[in-house]
């Protein structure tokens, strides 16, 4: 997938974007496009800061960091301003087109596209299908203390039951060390992690049709097309891109808590070997 990305980059003309600025309507129905991984765009990073717009012809776009220029950048800063620490990129998703973008015509692009923006603070709470199921997001997140894997999304009926819950992971390249918070109590040094996950935010597409919908994390490298049921048709739990049913990160959090050593990195532990053994098929 990453080298196909690449190839994208270097073929696909900077106009596509505005050749497709028209009120003609394309979508949907939608084609069979169901998710991307971005390319990380540092090291130990995943952040590349993507920003969905939807335009008339009813194609998802993103905008986001292909790279951060090391040596230039302050690691530490992660504004979204336009600026010449990075390499800034667009995904059409639909359309299957991925290209450049200088920091003019970045600015050019969001000034124009402004109000297609679609925010993470506006994004859907829910998404209601027509049998009455709906789809919602959860976390078991504590504010600045450590808390491993928290985000999940959640199908429930029409009377509110929970029918099932997925949890979305990225396998690292490599390992990470992420230092704990000494305020919070528990625990305090440094965890090692293989896995990470990100806060994501969902994104109606109105598709009466098949019933399907995005998936994107604000601050990683995910997009995901899911149906009603939770299910993807992108190849995931085989490389970098898990979804795991969430039940079962609770029940490798339950364990650990018996656990004589650091909780925090059994866990880790515990969940990098999970997702191993889904990635061979057993």
């Known amino acids: 997938m990453k080298k196909i990305l690449y190839i994208l980059l270097c073929v696909i003309p900077l106009s596509v974007l505005a050749a497709d600025d028209t009120s003609k309507k394309k979508y949907p129905p939608y084609p069979e496009v169901w998710g991307y991984e971005l390319p990380e765009p540092e090291k130990e990073s995943r952040n590349g800061q993507p920003r969905p717009y939807r335009l008339k012809s009813g194609d998802i ?6 790279k951060w220029l090391v040596g230039v950048v302050d690691l530490k800063d992660r504004s979204i ?8 990129a667009v995904l059409e998703f639909f359309s299957n087109k991925i290209y450049r973008q200088n920091c003019k015509e970045r600015s050019k692009f969001t000034a124009k596209y402004r109000k297609y923006y679609l925010s993470a603070l506006k994004a859907p709470k829910k998404i209601i299908f027509s049998d009455g199921t709906r789809v919602t997001l959860g976390s078991d997140g504590f504010g ?6 928290p985000y999940y999304i959640r199908l429930e009926n029409a009377d509110g039951e929970v029918i099932k819950k997925k949890t979305l992971l990225y396998r690292l390249g490599s390992p990470r060390t992420t230092e704990l918070n000494p305020e919070c109590g528990e625990e305090s040094g440094t965890v090692i992690e293989y896995v990470d996950s990100s806060i ?3 994104i109606d597409l109105f598709d009466k049709e098949r019933e399907t919908f995005l998936l994107y994390e604000s601050k990683g490298n995910i ?3 899911l149906d009603k049921n939770l299910d993807t048709n992108y190849p995931v739990n085989k490389d970098r ?6 039940e079962i990160i609770d029940d490798i959090k339950a364990k650990a808590d018996g656990f004589s050593g650091s909780k925090y990195q059994a866990i880790n532990n515990s969940v990098f070997e ?6 061979r098929g057993k």
Do not use: E
């Open 61 to 66: 776009v993103f905008t986001y960091v292909h």
């Open 81 to 88: 301003s336009c600026d010449s620490k990075k390499q800034l």
């Open 144 to 149: 600045r203390c450590y808390s491993p894997y």
């Open 200 to 202: 994501f935010y969902l």
């Open 223 to 225: 997009i995901l097309r």
């Open 241 to 246: 891109v898990f979804l795991v049913d969430t």
């Open 274 to 279: 999970y997702i191993k053994t889904m990635s």
